[in-house]
């Protein structure tokens, strides 16, 4: 351990890298954030829709809803501490047939067990009320879903890792890991495309997209923990039309799918 040239190694800047290392403060050694592009966040941290998520769709029990419940009342008092904007602008799941309603009944039935208590079904004239613009038979209303300024938050993420003591190294992409007596030595091509390595204690995969690659490199080959892709495409309302929207809009989800459809968000 005396001989590592940092106690822990975060591969990848975007806000859950930045996240770990700004709750890492204190650290004997250095914490280390490795991050191939120039900047903070240029991936998937800034290509989302910034919505904080209220829990409701993850299996019961799973610790993605665990953590998605805790951290939605995390974040926003974190926003409120560092004064980063967010917006509880509210989340409605509607239906537009009568059909699509026991749908709504079952999700809100999820979502309580899951611990999600702010939900509950409103009629077309409250509908009306939230959102005039919006026809629907029903909707399932979560008040206390929001938007956040994801890069105003990934920017404080990084002020506090640099005050906790982390080193920031932008422009250096990992190219190999391999385990080695009480660590590991990773392998870096820096933004000068130069070759360089040094030694780490601990690794924290959070390379988003590339994580597979990452987990490949450490040996790990497991197909449950392979990264399958799905393609979102984002499209922009001007002219002044973003004024029919106040909050977020959701369909209900369609069967056999992992996406939740077309959906509106507000910026």
Known sequence: DKKMDAEVTIIGAGVIG????????????PVFVIERNHTLGQETSS?????????????????????????????????IKN????????????????EEEQKLLEILKRSRINGVTDGRIIERDE???IEPYVKATRALYFPTSGIIDSHSLMKQLEADSV?????????????????????????????????????TKKIVNAAGLEAGKIAGYLGINDPDYRVYYWKGEYFGVGNGKNKYVNGLIYPVPEPNTVGLGIHTTID
């Open 163 to 199: 005050i906790g003591g982390s080193q920031m190294v932008y422009g250096a992409e990992v190219v190999g890991i391999k385990k080695i007596k009480d660590g590991y030595r990773v392998d870096l091509i820096d933004a000068d495309k130069e070759k360089f390595d040094f030694s």
């Open 18 to 29: 930045l996240a770990v290392s700004a709750a890492l403060p204190g650290c004997k050694k």
């Open 83 to 98: 004064d980063i904007f967010y917006r509880k602008c509210g989340k409605l799941i509607v239906t537009t047939k009568t």
């Open 127 to 129: 509908i009306a009320e």
């Open 47 to 79: 290509r989302n829709s910034e919505v904080v998520h209220s829990g409701i769709h993850y299996p019961n029990g799973s610790l993605k809803g665990k953590l998605c419940l805790e951290g939605k009342e995390k974040i926003y008092d974190y926003c």
